[in-house]
């Protein structure tokens, strides 16, 4: 009778062990599965936030002040002005050709 406590007791002892490794093998399984959820779960996110913010962009765009631009140009309808002449314009006799310059003849 004392060896067959001993076999039960020795295998019950590794089978405490056998169980307490499948334990673990599903707690890590159990673990990265999760991980694994949490991951495509953050990705969502980032993409529900990324086109949420093109919602809200597409929704709030910009628009020029045509009115503006409109009056602004009839009011100085009359002066030769760009931005690289500013308000005096061009004096007429610098665009005649013909004349001596130190470029050329």
């Given at each position: 009778?004392?060896?067959?406590?001993?076999?039960?007791?020795?295998?019950?002892?590794?089978?405490?062990?056998?169980?307490?490794e499948?334990?673990?093998?599903?707690?890590?399984?159990?673990?990265?599965?999760?991980?694994?959820?949490?991951?495509?779960?953050?990705?969502?996110?980032?993409?529900?936030?990324?086109?949420?913010?093109?919602?809200?962009?597409?929704?709030?765009?910009?628009?020029?002040?045509?009115?503006?631009?409109?009056?602004?140009?009839?009011?100085?309808?009359?002066?030769?002005?760009?931005?690289?002449?500013?308000?005096?314009?061009?004096?007429?006799?610098?665009?005649?050709?013909?004349?001596?310059t130190?470029?050329?003849?």
């Amino acid at each position: 009778m004392g060896v067959t406590a001993a076999i039960a007791a020795v295998t019950s002892t590794a089978y405490s062990i056998y169980s307490g490794e499948q334990q673990q093998k599903q707690q890590e399984k159990s673990l990265q599965m999760q991980e694994q959820a949490n991951q495509k779960a953050e990705q969502a996110a980032k993409q529900q936030e990324s086109q949420s913010q093109q919602s809200i962009n597409k929704a709030n765009q910009k628009q020029a002040d045509t009115s503006a631009i409109l009056a602004a140009a009839q009011e100085s309808a009359g002066q030769n002005q760009t931005l690289l002449t500013g308000s005096m314009g061009i004096d007429p006799n610098q665009l005649a050709l013909g004349r001596n310059t130190l470029l050329g003849a």
